[in-house]
């Protein structure tokens, strides 16, 4: 017994410490990937801010620019993952208006729900102008992962709605979709990361 219980700590300190170097890895990389992204990011605003571009080559320039902004994020999402494997990530809450917030996440998927054939329907019950401290970045991933999933899995002529309810001392937001669903089995595992259905 005592020689299954030194193996099993051996082999979980092995795991420690491939995880520790897998944080690491991911943390250099991100930072390594920062710096040109960064550095292509700023002549992109350069020549947005320019008169000098006709119609076609400023929507192309749009384009990169976006998708640059896209690549940085994820970038710093990256970090953010490693920050909190270290325990070390910290939410940087200001007062935003909940409804704008949400509006806003929804409106970025109207148009490929619309080109998917999926009813997206949005109620919101609460002041149209209240403010709540959060990570608005944060809680924007959060809808936007939200919001994909359902897409995700949503059949054409189905539904998506997204429901804000103030109830008091909280509030309730409610991604629904009518698709599929997720099997009862793997419920107990959606939180952890990296885990499919």
Request: with cysteine.
């Given at each position: 017994l005592e020689k299954l219980n030194a193996t099993i700590n051996q082999q979980a300190e092995q795991l420690?410490?491939?995880?520790?170097?897998?944080s690491r890895f991911f943390a250099n990389i991100s930072h390594e990937l920062r710096?040109?992204?960064?550095?292509?990011?700023?002549?992109?605003?350069?020549?947005?801010?320019?008169?000098k571009l006709n119609d076609k080559n400023f929507s192309l320039v749009e384009t990169a620019h976006q998708n640059?902004?896209?690549?940085?994020?994820?970038?710093?999402?990256?970090?953010?993952?490693?920050?909190?494997?270290h325990g070390n990530l910290v939410l940087k809450e200001s007062p935003v208006r909940l409804y704008e917030l949400v509006r806003r996440s929804?409106?970025?998927?109207?148009?490929?729900?619309?080109?998917?054939?999926?009813?997206?329907?949005?109620?919101?019950?609460?002041?149209?102008?209240?403010?709540?401290?959060m990570d608005k970045e944060k809680?924007?991933?959060?809808?936007?992962?939200?919001?994909?999933?359902?897409?995700?899995?949503?059949?054409?002529?189905?539904?998506?709605?997204?429901?804000?309810?103030d109830e008091g001392s909280s509030i309730l937001l409610t991604v629904m979709d009518t698709g599929r669903g997720i099997s009862e089995k793997d419920?107990?595992?959606?939180?952890?990361?990296?885990?499919?259905s």
């Open positions: 420690r410490n491939l995880d520790e170097n897998k710096t040109p992204l960064s550095l292509i990011m700023g002549p992109l605003d350069t020549v947005l801010k320019s008169t640059g902004k896209k690549l940085l994020k994820l970038v710093r999402s990256i970090l953010d993952l490693s920050k909190m494997d929804i409106s970025s998927f109207e148009s490929h729900a619309e080109r998917e054939g999926i009813t997206l329907l949005f109620s919101y019950q609460a002041e149209k102008d209240l403010c709540i401290m809680m924007t991933d959060v809808l936007n992962t939200l919001m994909s999933n359902a897409l995700k899995f949503t059949d054409r002529g189905e539904r998506i709605e997204v429901r804000i309810k419920l107990p595992y959606v939180f952890d990361r990296y885990y499919q």
